[in-house]
């Protein structure tokens, strides 16, 4: 089994920033693409940004320039830098992540439990 952990929510103020963190454990094979999605109230989830396993990123147009991804495959870790945060970046985010548990095995589409992150003064 493997699971998602998040950590990094929380309360800020216009213009501020927090940094989540999403971590993977279990038995892992290998884990792909890792990203980040959220999902505010009354509407749809979306992505956020994401990252393959060779480092190549894309990201949300709304938040290109403030937030970014990144992750460190020795700690099967995925991070989300977010700068210059408004109050309409309000939502709970998701960590989410491609991946086996052995060579031939299924590959898995995992969730985080989400982690709430509020913009407001």
């Known amino acids: 089994q493997v699971q998602l952990v998040e950590s990094g929510g929380g309360l800020v103020q216009p213009g501020g920033s927090l940094r989540l963190s999403c971590a993977a454990s279990g038995t892992i094979f290998r884990i792909y693409t890792m990203g980040w999605y959220r999902q505010a109230p009354g509407k749809q989830r979306e992505l956020v940004a994401a990252i393959t396993s060779d480092g190549s990123t894309n990201s949300a147009d709304s938040v290109k320039g403030r937030f970014t991804i990144a992750r460190d495959n020795a700690k099967n870790t995925v991070y989300l830098q977010m700068n210059s945060l408004k109050p309409e970046d309000t939502a709970v985010y998701y960590c989410?992540?491609?991946?086996?548990?052995?060579?031939?095995?299924?590959?898995?589409?995992?969730w985080g439990q989400g982690t709430q992150v509020t913009v407001s003064s």
């Open positions: 989410n992540a491609w991946a086996r548990v052995s060579m031939t095995g299924t590959l898995y589409d995992l």
